[in-house]
């Protein structure tokens, strides 16, 4: 099977064959080609609350250093949607009969791929995991618990007709598997590691941004999703995979390192996020953006616009965080200073550094840094496993395997704000 950057081979194991044409649309996605979106899918879609994520960059502002890097949660959301029924297809068409697998389950594993990321914030993940720890200090705010309540309000604001089991069962895919109760899910555990897979990391979200996300950026991409999908098999209500198709899985993984490496983390990247958290937290005394986060009603009015209404505002509360923006427009950004590598033996006792820890170890002479001078990002790049293979968390994937693993990496990038 082709790469996942061969256009010549659009591929389908024609979930479409559950679709009720008649009532349902087609759209063209640059990724996946023809996507036929179902009549209940669209009842979602057609909301002004699921619209929204066109309004959210999938890479917060990353594409302003890969220009290309415009896409959005929309067209990701589709893309997820359609391989999480792409999938179930695939595993019905050899084991159907045998799990049992029925237009329901289509219906319900596409509809959690749909919605798996309706509560994502502004600027997508800079928001859950900078900005609001910024402002507010220790929050465990995340994304998916916010999609859990968006859903239940989409459902309720629109009078959205959906069985109450579905839904249950919707909220419970799109949480990585492993947070899981063995008691709430009894049968077709399998189902919940489609759209996110906690326990080895090998899901249909993955497959979309990776293939998306590097198209995206110019970047090469050989990681052939295709194969995998048509060598699912389900084992002991597990998802597994051909052990020759270890090298694959690997290219998955391996792939989504070099994005943190390359695109993700890259210096000037971080440098425009820091000063997006900066500009955002100042903010936040006076636009209350923190006080949005709670109820649906009201987060769904949060887009990444936000920049832009700060940027065009004449009040006096907003000039820090105007001039910040600006500085961004203008690329005066933050000067990066130095990366510290730490070593592979030191993780286990490695302390995020901090911009105290950088400004107490200054030499003395010459210009002296003040805590508020400096900004630290503390990034960990790893197989999405911690410092696990999740080749060996993959059945049918043999443990003594020839290929190479990815050793994690953790390093700290300094940056001054002056």
């Given at each position: ?22 009532s ?65 297809h ?33 600027f ?14 220790g ?76 198209r ?16 699912m ?11 020759k ?24 990247v ?19 953006i ?40 203008r ?88």
């Amino acid at each position: 099977m082709g790469a996942c950057t061969n256009d010549d081979e659009q591929w389908s194991f024609s979930s479409a064959s559950f679709v009720d044409r008649r009532s349902s649309k087609q759209v063209y996605d640059n990724v996946h080609g023809n996507i036929y979106l179902d009549p209940l899918s669209l009842k979602f879609i057609d909301t002004e609350q699921f619209q929204r994520l066109r309004d959210l960059k999938q890479l917060g502002l990353v594409h302003m250093v890969y220009p290309g890097a415009s896409h959005s949660r929309f067209e990701h959301s589709l893309g997820v949607y359609w391989l999480a029924g792409e999938a179930v297809h695939a595993i019905k068409a050899c084991q159907g009969l045998e799990l049992g697998i029925d237009r329901f389950d289509m219906e319900t594993v596409k509809l959690a791929g749909l919605l798996h990321d309706v509560g994502h914030g502004p600027f997508s993940h800079l928001f859950e995991k900078a900005i609001l720890p910024q402002i507010l200090h220790g929050s465990n705010w995340s994304h998916e618990d916010m999609s859990v309540r968006m859903i239940d309000y989409i459902v309720d604001e629109h009078n959205i007709d959906v069985d109450s089991q579905r839904l249950k069962k919707v909220k419970e895919m799109i949480f990585p598997s492993k947070h899981l109760s063995h008691t709430c899910v009894k049968d077709k555990k399998f189902l919940y590691d489609i759209v996110a897979n906690g326990r080895n990391g090998i899901d249909v979200d993955k497959f979309d941004y990776i293939v998306r996300d590097t198209r995206a950026c110019g970047m090469g991409c050989n990681f052939q999703f295709r194969r995998l999908m048509e060598s699912m098999r389900v084992i002991g209500d597990e998802i597994c995979y051909r052990a020759k198709d270890n090298l694959t899985i690997h290219k998955l993984f391996s792939t989504r390192a070099d994005l943190h490496r390359t695109v993700y983390t890259h210096a000037k990247v971080k440098a425009i996020d820091l000063m997006l958290v900066d500009a955002l937290t100042e903010a936040d005394k006076f636009l209350k953006i923190s006080s949005s986060i709670q109820e649906p009603a009201e987060f769904w009015k949060l887009d990444d616009s936000i920049m832009k209404t700060i940027e065009t505002s004449s009040d006096h509360e907003l000039k820090e965080s105007r001039d910040l923006i600006r500085r961004i427009r203008r690329r005066d950004l933050y000067r990066f200073c130095n990366e510290f590598s730490v070593p592979k033996d030191s993780l286990d006792h490695f302390k995020a550094i901090t911009p105290q820890d950088i400004v107490c170890s200054q030499r003395s002479g010459g210009i002296a840094l003040r805590e508020e001078d400096v900004a630290v990002s503390n990034v960990k790049i790893d197989l999405t496993r911690g410092r696990n293979n999740p080749l060996e968390r993959t059945m049918r994937v043999t443990r003594n395997s020839r290929y190479r693993t990815i050793a994690s990496v953790t390093s700290c990038l300094h940056f001054t704000r002056i």
